[in-house]
């Protein structure tokens, strides 16, 4: 699977917006779906995920309320609604894909990886 994410940018605190991930190569329908971030100096950190299904997800604490996360298997691809960003969210953001024998929440879990995108929200 191919993943190309897309929709950062530069927003200030309290802003909203939206990131995709669009799939290539293998059946997207069939992959679990994950959204990381990593901020400069930090370790990467799982923010959410969602089933092949779409009918389970689940999220970091420090997002939860915050950002949303849906997919679109016709499309072959994922969001992550981002609403009230925070100064603290300005990060790379990363899509991923994985099989759904592990956790979402799980990094290991996940074999397709994106080459990120940079979001960045001012104060």
């Known amino acids: 699977v191919q993943l190309q994410a897309s929709g950062g940018g530069l927003v200030q605190a309290g802003d909203s917006l939206r990131l995709s991930c669009a799939a290539s190569?293998?059946?997207?329908?069939?992959?679990?779906m994950g959204w990381f971030r990593q901020a400069p100096g930090k370790e990467r950190e799982f923010v959410g995920g969602?089933?092949?299904?779409?009918?389970?997800?689940y999220y970091a604490d420090s997002v939860k309320g915050r950002f949303t996360i849906s997919r679109d298997n016709a499309k072959s691809t994922v969001y992550l609604q981002m609403d009230s960003l925070k100064p603290e969210d300005t990060a790379v953001y990363y899509c991923?894909?994985?099989?759904?024998?592990?956790?979402?929440?799980?990094?290991?879990?996940?074999?397709?990886w994106g080459q990120g995108t940079l979001v960045t929200v001012s104060s």
């Open positions: 190569g293998r059946t997207f329908s069939r992959y679990d």
């Open positions: 991923a894909a994985g099989p759904s024998r592990w956790p979402l929440q799980a990094s290991r879990k996940y074999d397709y």
């Open positions: 969602i089933r092949w299904s779409g009918g389970s997800t």
